[in-house]
């Protein structure tokens, strides 16, 4: 469905140094990728911001041309055969819509039918599933300038998958959406996947869309793949561990317990890391017993620590998110 | 062009839910123009012939001129917003349906007001086109329109020209302003009115000279004061159709190195 072999774009930045002189930079946005989703793949992408994911995303819908490299998207050269690949993908971009502001819902998805080309037959019978599945009935008349944010969302995913497109890729879809909305968008992309089997590609800052939806994730950094692979294998290779935080009746000395290592020590508070092999039980009955002890907590590492210390490429406690 | 329809009406529609501002604005259009040629009527109330035109004949020149720039205007007008799309990121959202974003973006407001712009130039035209002192052949009448169609090509040319540069300089709309309604200035009177370089300048470098000036010297049967050969009379359409291929080949090229915004 999608193979990408080594793209690279660079953008040239011009600045200004000096009087007269103009310096130019030339920076590697994506920087060497490649990677493969075959059909019915539901992958997550992930970077920080500035690491090359809606260049990738951009490239892979044929909006920037690749420096060098090879994209291949349905089959099809993205950059050459923008037209013909549009009618077999469909995008969505969280932070704009594509809908016409002024028309109501249904004019707008009419007008996507023409513009797509999809027999009148087809479009009647997908509008009525993806009435249903995304509850768009109340607002169908509105006027797409009128609908909240959560609404457009699920009218833009409407728009996007009129034309039963082969693949659907999102570029933060849920960005700014409440609990409710979140929830409405995640479940109907999860049965897309399963039950349609539609191929779905998917950039996002929330990670409770990755841990809900994707069975594989992509990370980028720095314009380069930082992994390729599940979820769990993730979590396993960047072991964040568990802290586990001790606050003292009085501040002293860090503490002593076989095994465990003392992070850091502020006043009556302290961090200690727990790799996975140590029981914690086990330590805080020992601390117990040897310690007057205020308060424990214990935090289990997310998959924004993990993918904080892998963004970061290092294992030192200082901005250890879990050492906050 | 089913889509350019198409897409037309839907910003027809659109605008049509503000019934009164669409009315008022397609009255506010049509007035402007009016002034217009009330300005070019006034100055000939006082002189009767500018550089040795008559006024039929100015009015002619800058009717027919004013006809093809609202043909281009009317239809591409508003590929100039390119900059605005690029700047806020929507071009993005247009390159990933499968309609050509010029279309999307000429299509863009469309509204019958922009008709409006068509009455006073036609008005114009329509009112000079009887009053000309000259021998009517059927090539003169025939070169007429030929000279309005051509006209308003090469005016769309300018259009998608100059809107393509913008994929290089980003704040580029206000130098397409300057070609293009500048150009369509320049036109509404007779070129001798500016200096001879100027005139060398504007027929070689933007050919704007051919949408109106060289045929209608034929029509006018005048010898040209610059005493270019009397074939150019007749290249309009082939100037048209070298403006619209270097416009196709700058939109693609420009398309190429789009370099879309952060997000």
Request: aromatic share 6%; hydrophobic share 50%; glycine share 8%.
């Amino acid at each position: 469905m999608i193979e990408v072999v080594d793209a690279v774009k660079t953008f040239t930045v011009r600045r200004r140094a000096g009087l007269l002189r103009r310096a130019r930079t030339t920076v590697r946005a994506v920087d060497g990728v490649s990677f493969q989703v075959a059909r019915g793949e539901f992958v997550g992408y992930l970077g920080p911001n500035g690491a090359g994911k809606s260049t990738t995303i951009k490239m892979l819908t044929g909006i920037l041309t690749p420096s060098s490299g090879t994209v291949r998207v349905c089959g099809m050269d993205p950059a050459r055969q923008r037209t013909a690949l549009a009618r077999r993908i469909g995008v969505v971009f969280g932070q704009r819509t594509t809908l016409w502001w002024d028309l109501p819902l249904r004019d707008s998805l009419a007008l996507v039918r023409r513009l797509y080309r999809v027999p009148a037959g087809a479009h009647r019978e997908r509008l009525a599933e993806l009435t249903g599945l995304l509850e768009l009935e109340p607002f169908l008349d509105t006027p797409v300038r009128q609908l909240s944010l959560g609404q457009r969302m699920r009218g833009d995913l409407a728009a996007a998958l009129l034309h039963a497109p082969d693949l659907l890729v999102l570029d933060e879809p849920t960005i700014g959406l409440d609990v409710v909305s979140k929830a409405t968008v995640r479940g109907f992309l999860e049965r897309l996947n399963s039950e349609r089997g539609t191929t779905i590609l998917l950039t996002t800052h929330d990670l409770g869309d990755i841990e809900r939806l994707c069975r594989r994730v992509l990370v980028i950094d720095h314009g380069r793949l930082a992994y390729d692979g599940s979820l769990e294998r993730l979590r396993a290779t960047v072991d964040a561990g568990r802290m586990l935080v001790v606050d003292l009746e009085r501040p002293g000395p860090p503490v002593e317990v076989p095994g465990v290592a003392v992070e850091r020590v502020d006043g009556p508070r302290q961090w200690l890391r727990l790799p996975r092999s140590v029981n914690a039980a086990a330590v805080v009955a020992a601390l117990a017993a040897r310690y007057a002890i205020a308060d424990i907590t214990l935090r289990e590492a997310d998959i924004e620590d993990v993918l904080a210390r892998l963004y970061r490429g290092d294992h030192s406690y200082e901005g250890d998110p879990l050492a906050r | 062009m089913r889509l350019y329809a198409l897409l037309a009406w839907t910003w027809i529609r659109s605008a049509a839910r503000y019934p009164l501002s669409m009315a008022l604005l397609t009255v506010g259009v049509a007035l402007v123009g009016a002034l217009d040629l009330a300005g070019i009527l006034l100055l000939f109330a006082h002189a009767p012939r500018i550089a040795g035109f008559t006024a039929a004949e100015v009015v002619f020149l800058y009717g027919s001129s004013a006809t093809s720039f609202a043909i281009s205007d009317v239809l591409l007008g508003t590929s100039e917003r390119l900059g605005r799309h690029i700047r806020e990121g929507t071009l993005d959202t247009m390159l990933v349906r499968p309609v050509s974003p010029l279309v999307q973006i000429a299509t863009e407001d469309f509204s019958p007001r922009r008709l409006g712009r068509l009455v006073p130039a036609v008005t114009a035209l329509a009112l000079a086109l009887p009053r000309l002192e000259t021998a009517w052949t059927p090539g003169r009448a025939a070169m007429v329109v030929v000279m309005v169609a051509a006209g308003a090509a090469i005016f769309s040319g300018l259009w998608v020209l100059t809107s393509a540069l913008q994929f290089v300089l980003i704040d580029g709309h206000a130098a397409t302003k300057a070609v293009t309604h500048g150009g369509s200035f320049l036109t509404q009177y007779p070129m001798t009115m500016f200096g001879r370089d100027l005139v060398r300048g504007v027929t070689f470098v933007v050919p704007l000279a051919f949408v109106n000036w060289q045929p209608a010297l034929y029509v006018l049967d005048r010898p040209d004061p610059l005493g270019l050969p009397g074939a150019l009379r007749f290249a309009s359409p082939a100037v048209a159709v070298a403006v619209c291929a270097a416009a196709g080949v700058a939109w693609r090229a420009g398309l190429r190195r789009y370099r879309s915004t952060g997000s």
